[in-house]
């Protein structure tokens, strides 16, 4: 049974820094697309970076996020994180860790609705 566990939400004022991680079990996501999600307040989730973890290189992210945001795996840990800087208050939200089934690639939308898996997700609120 697959289960992916995120750790590492919490508050912090505008400017700061917070790591993700979400510890996956239960399948081994060394060649799989996984990512990152956020959701607001009556809104769907949506795509914050998702990246192909047979390479630190094969990654994308929003506009929003571009140069703030780093996502990576460690096939080690078989753990995904996604490190904050530069926090605005315009990020609070709840944040999810979702891949896809096998060697699904990451190509296409970049939607909810493309993923398989998921965790409870872990709350990053940003004070201004």
């Known amino acids: 049974q697959v289960q992916l566990v995120e750790h590492g939400g919490g508050s912090v004022q505008a400017g700061g820094s917070l790591r993700l991680s979400c510890k996956a079990s239960?399948?081994?996501?060394?060649?799989?697309?996984m990512a990152w999600f956020r959701q607001f307040p009556g809104k769907e989730r949506e795509g914050v970076a998702r990246?192909?973890?047979?390479?630190?290189?094969?990654?994308y992210y929003v506009d929003s996020v571009k140069d703030r945001f780093t996502i990576s795996y460690d096939s080690h840990e078989n753990t995904l994180y996604l490190q904050m800087n530069g926090l605005k208050a315009e990020d609070t939200a709840m944040y999810y860790c979702?891949?896809?089934?096998?060697?699904?690639?990451?190509?296409?939308?970049?939607?909810?609705?493309?993923?398989?898996?998921w965790g409870e997700g872990t709350q990053v609120t940003v004070s201004p």
């Open positions: 990246i192909y973890t047979d390479s630190q290189y094969n990654v």
């Open positions: 979702a891949a896809k089934d096998g060697k699904r690639l990451c190509a296409g939308p970049f939607g909810q609705r493309a993923y398989d898996y």
């Open positions: 239960g399948y081994t996501f060394n060649s799989s697309c």
